[in-house]
């Protein structure tokens, strides 16, 4: 897509930016930060803007982290298993080097 310039608000701020999100992505995405400043706002009780956006970049920064570090994880499950399995499919004689498929079974 496209980039364009697009106008937001935060906090009661306007902001312009520059965007290649489609509207809906773009909606969420502000929704979701002013969701978040105001979580942050209530809890600060009577911080500044600046104090609240910074501590809710860094609210984000860490659940970010900690999902980068899930997925992590996740990949090093797949990865183990994956090669679990080829090893066991490598020890399964195929139909193809001149072996009939087993009794019963399909080759592979």
């Known amino acids: 897509?496209?980039?364009?310039?697009?106008?937001?608000?935060?906090q009661g701020r306007r902001f312009v930016l520059r965007t290649g999100a489609g509207d809906d992505?773009?909606?969420?995405?502000?929704?979701?930060?002013?969701?978040?400043?105001?979580?942050?706002n209530q809890a600060a009780g009577g911080m500044g803007p600046h104090a609240v956006s910074l501590l809710t970049?860094?609210?984000?920064?860490?659940?970010?982290?900690?999902?980068r570090r899930k997925i992590d994880g996740l990949r090093?499950?797949?990865r183990n298993k994956s090669s679990r399995i080829l090893e066991m499919l490598e020890g399964v004689p195929r139909a193809d080097e001149?072996?009939?498929p087993?009794?019963?079974?399909?080759?592979?």
Do not use: H
């Open 25 to 40: 992505d773009l909606n969420v995405v502000v929704a979701f930060a002013e969701s978040r400043l105001e979580e942050t």
């Open 98 to 100: 001149g072996n009939s």
């Open 1 to 10: 897509m496209e980039r364009r310039t697009v106008e937001v608000i935060l």
């Open 76 to 78: 090093e499950k797949i």
């Open 102 to 108: 087993p009794v019963g079974g399909m080759s592979i």
């Open 57 to 67: 970049l860094l609210g984000v920064c860490e659940e970010l982290l900690r999902e």
